[in-house]
């Protein structure tokens, strides 16, 4: 909370208030609400319906306290949450509660502005669908479990805040007795305290917080980078037509730390799901550049008038290539390129085409021939979007003939690689990105999270000249120079000044990194390739990023184990299995999220080999439960 800005004060007071208000106002009637729902066939509308003026009466009541609290507030916002908590109580004590799930869940109704107020009602709301899905022994919550932080700039005073906005997460995470907060890092391992004797643990972590501490945590450069701008009262502020800025020099450095893959220019986002969106957006932009060019008869897009891609008669759909159970990101768009999500996020202009795992060179001939269009002159495809390794499907995307084929095809049909590094590179390989062990050549590249180490949400995407030609005839000097914009805040002072740190110690310890990649890689070949087949359906490993995919059979034991502890609760098979990591050999790996059978491990070049071998002999031991005894694993979560 800034004490230089009244609209944070504002922004801030704003959600804890109404928090209070949800508080106080939704759980009184709590109880009675249940009674008619359980009822519901019973009750009429009317009877339900006579809940509502209560709820008003209570919120009348509390606007004037509100003010009385929280002097920055004025007329127009008690309006706004009075309005807000009004058409939540109308919603959820009438005949309509469906639509109030559906709207918050789809983000159309008022309370989706506030997370925290969005978190409350959606735990309301969920133990409700839980009855109308026909779970059993349900026990109505009498009050919602609010958990309350202590700001640094008002240590006297606990802010109630809601840990999670969704009660099946809530549930998962209490029944795995992983409901803790960690509380400090160094390198590759992270201490919380127990709550079972109240002691401080250390735990080796191998997740790195998808790819994001690359560095590790509180890495003594990292550190300095930030306390240095601090200290300094450095500038936090992008300035557009400035030219020498953070942003410039970090953008320069990234051509120099890809050198050998060839990129020539960067341009700078804030995080995963915008790094993607962005090398999307290139790629269409380009693509339909081309388009123009080609409709107008025209040599150049100088030359071109672009209201011709108005006519849709004239204009095929764009078509871009993903791999099938890839994972960009969670934005709409980018789940509406994820074959698991395709159905709930379609877009209508754009054709995604999924290329199956596996895929031999004859099919991927066979999809490229399909889009190619004769009137045109050349294909419809606007790029092929692909991850070295499909992290959260634990699997690799093509086998090596096939990326062979694939790097031909789309450079006779000049079509764009996009390769999604996010997740395998800044070293995570033991290369500066995943693509070149697999011998792929991306014309777009892009980095997550890792750029920042955990402290920014920095992410960067790389392009080739011979490409998208910048200073030449491409879509950077066309259609509309907003419509490929930088993003604003990832140029920001302390964000790239703290990647051109990260960026430099990659780039010095680069000759260790390799060593520590190739290192954890023969380890874990050594202890799991090939071995454990009972239980292992396929293990993965490349550099510091590895996989195991559980047979089915071994899972389902586990999951049995679970439910018979439990009571008919259950929870992803994977996430279970890291909770026995977790408590058990005090490792934290990752669940896959598009394949419950599969865990993922990816600690930071700092682990030491000792911390590897633990990993190793914890790992071993699990293969040996999940082969003889599941309801060991089940009893390290008492």
Same mark, same amino acid.
């Given at each position: 909370?800034?004490?230089?800005?009244?609209?944070?004060?504002?922004?801030?007071?704003?959600?804890?208030?109404?928090?209070?208000?949800?508080?106080?106002?939704i759980?009184r009637?709590?109880?009675?609400?249940?009674?008619?729902?359980?009822? !519901? @066939?019973?009750?009429?509308?009317?009877?339900?319906?006579?809940?509502?003026?209560n709820?008003?009466?209570?919120l009348?009541?509390?606007?004037?306290?509100?003010?009385? &609290?929280?002097?920055?507030?004025?007329?127009?916002?008690?309006?706004?949450? #009075?309005?807000?908590?009004?058409?939540?109580?109308q919603?959820?004590?009438?005949? @309509?509660?469906?639509?109030?799930?559906?709207?918050?869940?789809?983000?159309?109704?008022?309370?989706?502005?506030?997370?925290?107020?969005?978190?409350?009602?959606?735990?309301?709301?969920?133990?409700?669908?839980?009855?109308?899905?026909?779970r059993?022994?349900?026990?109505?919550?009498?009050?919602?479990?609010?958990?309350?932080?202590?700001?640094?700039?008002?240590?006297?005073?606990?802010?109630?805040?809601?840990?999670?906005?969704?009660?099946? &997460?809530?549930?998962g995470?209490?029944?795995?007795?992983?409901?803790?907060?960690?509380?400090?890092?160094?390198?590759?391992?992270?201490?919380?305290?127990?709550p079972?004797?109240?002691?401080?643990?250390?735990?080796? @972590?191998?997740?790195?917080?998808?790819?994001?501490?690359?560095?590790?945590h509180?890495?003594?450069?990292?550190?300095?980078?930030?306390?240095?701008?601090?200290?300094? %009262?450095?500038?936090?502020?992008?300035?557009?037509?400035?030219?020498?800025?953070?942003?410039?020099?970090?953008?320069?450095?990234?051509? +120099?730390?890809?050198?050998?893959?060839?990129?020539?220019?960067?341009?700078?986002?804030?995080?995963?799901?915008e790094?993607?969106?962005?090398?999307i957006?290139?790629?269409l932009?380009?693509?339909?550049?081309?388009?123009?060019?080609?409709?107008?008869?025209?040599?150049?897009?100088?030359k071109?008038?672009?209201?011709?891609?108005?006519?849709?008669?004239? +204009?095929?759909?764009?078509?871009?290539?993903?791999?099938?159970?890839?994972?960009?990101?969670?934005?709409?768009?980018?789940?509406?390129?994820?074959?698991d999500?395709?159905?709930?996020?379609?877009?209508?202009?754009?054709i995604?085409?999924?290329?199956?795992?596996?895929?031999?060179?004859?099919?991927?001939?066979? !999809?490229f021939?399909?889009? $190619?269009?004769?009137?045109?002159?050349?294909?419809?495809? +606007?790029?092929?979007?692909?991850?070295?390794?499909?992290?959260?499907?634990?699997?690799?995307?093509?086998?090596?003939?096939?990326?062979?084929?694939?790097?031909?095809?789309?450079? %006779?049909?000049?079509?764009?690689?996009?390769? =999604?590094?996010?997740r395998?590179?800044l070293?995570?390989?033991? %290369? +500066? !990105?995943?693509?070149t062990?697999?011998?792929?050549?991306? @014309?777009?590249?892009?980095?997550?999270?890792?750029?920042?180490?955990?402290?920014?949400?920095?992410?960067?995407?790389?392009?080739?000249?011979?490409?998208?030609?910048?200073?030449?005839?491409?879509?950077? /000097?066309?259609?509309?120079?907003?419509?490929?914009?930088?993003?604003?805040?990832? /140029?920001?002072?302390?964000?790239?000044?703290?990647? &051109?740190?990260?960026?430099?110690?990659?780039?010095?310890?680069?000759?260790?990194?390799?060593?520590?990649?190739?290192?954890?890689e023969s380890?874990?070949?050594?202890?799991?390739?090939?071995?454990?087949?009972?239980? !292992?359906?396929?293990?993965?490993?490349?550099? &510091?990023?590895?996989?195991?995919?559980?047979?089915?059979?071994?899972?389902?034991?586990?999951?049995?184990?679970?439910?018979?502890?439990?009571?008919?609760?259950?929870v992803?098979?994977?996430?279970?299995?890291?909770?026995?990591?977790?408590?058990?050999?005090?490792?934290?790996? $990752?669940p896959a999220?598009l394949?419950?059978?599969?865990?993922?491990?990816?600690?930071?070049?700092?682990?030491?080999?000792?911390?590897i071998?633990?990993?190793? #002999?914890?790992?071993?031991?699990?293969?040996?439960?999940?082969?003889?005894? #599941? =309801?060991?694993?089940?009893?390290?979560l008492?």
């Amino acid at each position: 909370v800034s004490t230089q800005s009244t609209w944070h004060i504002k922004a801030f007071n704003l959600v804890s208030l109404t928090v209070s208000l949800l508080e106080n106002v939704i759980t009184r009637s709590l109880e009675q609400a249940t009674q008619l729902f359980l009822n !519901i @066939d019973k009750g009429k509308p009317e009877d339900r319906a006579g809940y509502f003026p209560n709820a008003c009466e209570n919120l009348d009541k509390f606007s004037w306290t509100m003010f009385e &609290l929280n002097p920055e507030m004025n007329e127009e916002d008690i309006k706004q949450i #009075t309005t807000c908590l009004r058409s939540t109580a109308q919603l959820l004590f009438s005949n @309509d509660t469906f639509t109030l799930f559906n709207n918050i869940v789809e983000g159309s109704h008022p309370l989706r502005w506030c997370l925290s107020a969005y978190s409350a009602c959606s735990t309301v709301c969920g133990f409700f669908k839980r009855i109308f899905t026909g779970r059993k022994k349900v026990d109505p919550p009498t009050k919602l479990n609010f958990e309350y932080y202590a700001m640094p700039s008002h240590p006297d005073k606990q802010f109630p805040v809601l840990p999670l906005p969704k009660p099946e &997460l809530v549930i998962g995470k209490k029944l795995l007795k992983l409901d803790l907060e960690f509380k400090e890092g160094k390198g590759s391992q992270v201490s919380y305290l127990s709550p079972k004797d109240g002691k401080v643990r250390n735990v080796v @972590d191998a997740s790195s917080s998808w790819h994001g501490t690359v560095l590790g945590h509180n890495h003594p450069a990292a550190n300095k980078t930030v306390q240095y701008f601090l200290d300094k %009262e450095l500038v936090n502020y992008y300035a557009q037509l400035i030219s020498k800025v953070p942003k410039h020099q970090l953008e320069n450095a990234l051509v +120099v730390f890809t050198k050998a893959s060839g990129f020539d220019f960067f341009a700078l986002t804030c995080g995963i799901s915008e790094t993607v969106e962005f090398s999307i957006k290139a790629a269409l932009l380009s693509w339909f550049t081309r388009v123009a060019v080609k409709l107008n008869n025209a040599e150049t897009s100088k030359k071109t008038n672009f209201d011709v891609l108005k006519d849709d008669s004239k +204009v095929p759909h764009p078509v871009l290539l993903c791999m099938e159970h890839a994972y960009h990101g969670t934005t709409a768009s980018l789940l509406s390129i994820c074959s698991d999500y395709s159905s709930h996020f379609n877009q209508a202009r754009t054709i995604t085409e999924y290329v199956p795992i596996g895929a031999s060179p004859e099919k991927l001939r066979e !999809i490229f021939e399909k889009y $190619q269009n004769k009137e045109l002159g050349f294909s419809v495809i +606007v790029g092929f979007l692909i991850e070295p390794f499909q992290v959260e499907y634990a699997s690799s995307p093509l086998p090596p003939e096939s990326i062979a084929e694939l790097q031909k095809l789309c450079r %006779e049909h000049k079509v764009p690689i996009l390769a =999604d590094e996010t997740r395998t590179g800044l070293y995570r390989s033991g %290369e +500066v !990105i995943m693509s070149t062990k697999i011998g792929l050549e991306p @014309d777009c590249v892009m980095f997550g999270t890792g750029l920042g180490t955990g402290l920014a949400a920095l992410g960067a995407i790389g392009f080739r000249n011979s490409t998208y030609p910048k200073d030449k005839d491409f879509v950077f /000097n066309s259609l509309n120079a907003t419509s490929l914009n930088y993003s604003t805040w990832a /140029n920001c002072g302390l964000g790239c000044t703290l990647g &051109l740190s990260v960026l430099e110690t990659l780039t010095t310890n680069a000759a260790e990194i390799k060593a520590k990649a190739n290192t954890f890689e023969s380890t874990l070949k050594s202890a799991f390739d090939g071995k454990y087949t009972n239980v !292992i359906e396929k293990f993965n490993v490349n550099g &510091l990023l590895a996989s195991i995919t559980f047979k089915s059979g071994a899972v389902q034991s586990v999951l049995n184990s679970f439910q018979s502890k439990f009571e008919g609760e259950t929870v992803p098979a994977n996430t279970i299995i890291v909770a026995y990591l977790f408590h058990r050999h005090n490792i934290y790996v $990752q669940p896959a999220h598009l394949n419950h059978n599969a865990i993922l491990i990816q600690p930071s070049y700092l682990i030491s080999e000792s911390d590897i071998q633990s990993l190793v #002999t914890g790992l071993e031991l699990l293969c040996k439960e999940l082969l003889n005894n #599941t =309801d060991a694993i089940i009893e390290s979560l008492q």
